[in-house]
């Protein structure tokens, strides 16, 4: 699917506009992507969320990437857009979103990767966090009472604008909160993703 879509947007814009999400689920997709001899040449990578924390981390969503697709495959290092966790968060989600702005604006993915938390949250939108709310800017600092930590995270406005949205899910002992998301009636920060011209789409393993 997901060469499929680079092979789409590629064709249509020249470029093909990712964003990656942290966790151990799309890990094994990250590692087949690189040992698909794909071009990533014309793939500009983003991160979703990141935590704040250094990029050499085991913590860290890049360093994640980083060990299994980028340094793999030799991805061109212009190419990826990092989240800077290690600095103060705040101005780490400003800089970001002038990053996302300098190369396009507005900044439109042709596919955003994302997982679900137990909890209901997706990239670091957590439930009842003030992120939920924003909706002036793409990028924001998201503190996170449940971990008493703040974090790196799109916002709705960002999520919405894409043209494809894709939650990778390991759906195992998330069978009732997949239930409640998709009852259509659901406020979890999951639920409420909904790109206005762009698509939703579940790929559920290991359970549900």
């Known amino acids: ?26 890990r094994p997709v990250y590692e087949a992507l690189a040992a ?9 990578f983003t991160f979703g969320d990141e935590r704040c924390v250094p990029p050499d981390s085991d913590q860290s969503n ?22 800077q966790g290690e600095c103060d968060p705040a101005g780490a989600a400003a800089a970001y979103e002038q990053d996302l702005l300098a190369r396009s604006s507005p900044y439109r993915h042709d596919l955003i990767l994302l997982g679900m938390g137990d909890d209901g949250h997706t990239a670091s939108l957590f439930p009842g966090t003030a992120a939920l709310d924003v909706v002036d800017r793409l990028v924001v600092a998201n503190y996170v009472p449940k971990f008493s930590t703040w974090r790196l995270t799109f916002t ?41 011209g762009g698509r939703v789409t579940w790929l559920l393993g290991g359970g549900a």
């Open 156 to 196: 709705y406005p960002l999520l919405d604008a894409a043209r494809h949205v894709c939650f990778l899910v390991s759906s195992a002992g998330k069978e009732s909160i997949l239930q409640e998301v998709f009852s259509g009636t659901s406020g979890l920060p999951s639920a409420k993703v909904a790109p206005s």
């Open 36 to 44: 698909s001899g794909a071009d990533f040449t014309k793939w500009e």
């Open 62 to 83: 890049f360093k994640m990437a980083n060990d299994a697709l980028f340094a793999r495959a030799s991805v061109p290092p212009q190419n990826i857009l990092r989240m």
């Open 1 to 26: 699917m997901i060469a499929r879509e680079a092979e789409a947007a590629v064709a249509a814009r020249g470029i093909f506009r990712v964003a990656l999400s942290g966790g151990n689920t799309p």
